[in-house]
Structures are given as structure tokens and as C-alpha cells.
């Protein structure tokens, strides 16, 4: 079990559909991070939100579009995505965006596009 | 973007201590140097960091070089549960508190 939860584990849509993947934490952490991972690759990072505010968008496509609605929840909305977008997409949290603050991880939700 | 190199792939037996080497020769000053591993069907572990001394914790100890350009580190007896994708990631502030994951070690652990 880890304390940064996505939901849902897995998810199937079609190109034009509209979607989003929820993380949640209640650590009291305030940095919040999602990551794209294909399989067999590293984690690629997306997204950073610090004190609920966009602070990384590292070049991600517009169909792939953050939320940070409080300090406990990050949502990533998806919307006409293309099928090499299908791989793990990771959220982490950590106490703040210090370097010396570790990352918690949850297990990611699977996202297959079709 | 601060990079490390990892090998491809170890493998240990079990109940033996394990040397999981890393290289970063471009650190900066301030970059930290963090630890995760990730089992199958999971998301990324955290193991371990440390800056400049060496560190342990209940999981590992990590070994950091004098001159700051590698790291090792050391499971001290390896189990079956400990076979995973180990990655050595320097945290640095470049325009972004980022992480960067490198491609990480896959270790294996024989019984």
C-alpha cells in the first residue's frame, strides 16, 4: 500500500474520448508531481504543482492538461489522445520542492489508448 | 538536466551484500543525490539520499564519493524481495526543482 493513491488503476479510451486520472494525498505534502512511463523505460517527468500551483510543464502536448484543485488532489484531464500515449502515468508527492525531499509514489494508473 | 549512468543489469545471491554503482560526473554543488527503486506493477520506491556524508537508513546505506561524482548503494544482504529496476537520480534546481530518473539498474537476485 502506498500513501499517494490513483485511481483508477486501469483505464481503456478511444482517441476522442475525454478522461482524467485522480491522485490523492494526505500527507501534508505540498509538491505534487505526475510522470509518464512506458514500459521498460524510466519515468518521464510531466508535470510539477507546488502550493497548488503549476510549476514544471515540461513541453507535455495540450491534450494532457493538470488540475490542482486543493493541496490533496491532482487531477490530469485527457482529451483526444493518441495511442503511443498509452503507458503508466505515475503521480508523487513530496513535502515541499526542496532537493533534499523524497518523492512518494503511487502505483500509477495504466492507461491503454484505442 | 544533471544525468547519472547506472549498469544495465546486476545479480546477486541471496542473504549476500549488493554494490549498486552510480556515476554522475556533471553534479552541481547543491544537487542531491536520491535513491528509489520500483518492483514490477509498482510505482517508485524511495531508498534513500544524501548530499555530501554517507547515509543509512533501515533499507540501504549509500556511499558518496569524496569529489561527489559517484555513488554506490549497498543492500547488506540481499533478498528475494530486493529484485527490482534501481535508479540513481540527482535532484537539481535547473529552471525547476526536478527529478530526472536515468534508465536505472535491473537487479537480480538468485536464490
Known amino acids: 500500500d502506498t500513501e499517494v493513491t490513483q485511481t483508477p488503476k486501469h483505464l481503456v479510451m478511444g482517441m476522442t474520448n475525454k478522461k482524467s486520472l485522480k491522485c490523492e494525498q494526505h500527507?501534508?505534502?505540498?509538491?505534487m508531481y505526475w510522470y509518464k512511463q512506458k514500459a521498460k523505460k524510466p519515468p518521464e517527468l510531466m508535470f510539477v504543482y507546488s502550493y497548488e500551483k503549476l510549476s514544471i510543464n515540461e513541453s507535455v502536448p495540450s491534450r494532457f492538461s493538470p488540475e490542482c484543485p486543493n493541496s490533496s488532489l491532482l487531477n490530469l484531464h485527457l482529451h483526444a489522445l493518441q495511442p503511443e500515449d498509452s503507458a503508466l502515468y505515475l503521480c508523487a508527492s513530496s513535502q515541499g520542492q526542496g532537493l533534499g525531499s523524497p518523492l512518494h509514489f503511487g502505483n500509477g494508473t495504466r492507461l491503454t489508448v484505442t | 538536466d544533471a544525468k547519472t549512468t547506472q549498469p544495465n543489469s546486476m545479480e546477486s545471491n541471496e542473504e549476500e551484500p549488493v554494490h549498486l554503482p552510480c556515476n554522475h560526473s556533471?553534479?552541481?554543488?547543491?544537487?542531491?543525490i536520491h535513491w528509489y527503486r520500483q518492483l514490477p506493477s509498482q510505482g517508485p520506491e524511495y531508498v534513500i539520499h544524501?548530499?555530501?556524508s554517507n547515509v543509512n537508513n533501515r533499507m540501504a546505506s549509500l556511499a558518496i564519493a569524496e569529489d561527489r561524482k559517484s555513488s554506490t548503494l549497498i543492500l547488506h544482504r540481499a533478498t528475494l524481495r530486493d529484485a527490482a529496476v534501481y535508479y540513481c537520480i540527482l535532484r537539481a534546481y535547473t529552471g525547476g526543482f526536478k527529478t530526472i530518473f536515468g534508465a536505472g539498474t535491473r537487479l537480480f537476485v538468485k536464490a
Open positions: 556533471t553534479i552541481s554543488g547543491t544537487d542531491y
Open positions: 544524501g548530499l555530501t
Open positions: 500527507m501534508g505534502h505540498r509538491a
